[in-house]
């Protein structure tokens, strides 16, 4: 749903947060890893945003462990920003796919909504929704409109050899990418 958008605030710069890093790999399946997915997602993000004329900070932009209370700094850091963390996902037996969004404090809701909307139209993964879950760099950025992304299921055989495309992450950025300017738009 595109969200009534009761409370989109103005921001000029986006912190990034590509999930996990270094010793932490995330989920994981053979040598594919959850912190390189985010990383390399992040990076395209972060190039369309820049593009679309928006700052944006990464917490980490190489393979290194940034512990969680360094991220929601970040977060917290800028004025005018919203936070945005980008994982994927895993559950056990491998039966899980498609994509979600969380935010935590309700400020965060309407950019959970934007991002998730344009996330799934741009790829065509199914659709699980906006979820209100406590993850600790959305719980703890508070500033800011904070939002967790998981972008498909790397426990999932059919969606791991599509996200280990350059082209199925370059949709997944342009999703994130064109559900953060749209909602940029909508304030
Ligand atoms: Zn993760």
Known sequence: MMASAP????????????????????????????????????????????????????????????????????????????????HYNYSRGGSGAG???YYYHSKGYALAAYIQAYLVQRTGMSNRGVKHASFHVIRETTRNPA???????????????????????????EGIAQGIVSYKKSN
């Open 99 to 101: 994509a979600e969004s």
């Open 7 to 86: 409370l989109v605030r103005a921001f000029d710069t986006v912190v990034l947060d590509a999930g996990h890093g270094d010793f932490d790999r995330g989920a994981a399946i053979g040598y594919v890893y959850e912190k390189h997915l985010a990383l390399d997602t992040a990076r395209r993000v972060q190039q369309l945003l820049e593009k679309a004329g928006l700052k944006v900070v990464m917490t980490r932009s190489r393979d290194v462990f940034v512990p969680l209370p360094g991220r929601a700094s970040a977060g917290n850091r800028h004025g005018n920003a919203i936070f945005v963390s980008i």
């Open 147 to 173: 939002v967790l992304i998981e972008c498909g299921f790397v426990s999932n055989s059919t969606e791991r050899a599509r996200m280990m495309t350059g082209d199925f992450r370059n949709r997944i950025a």
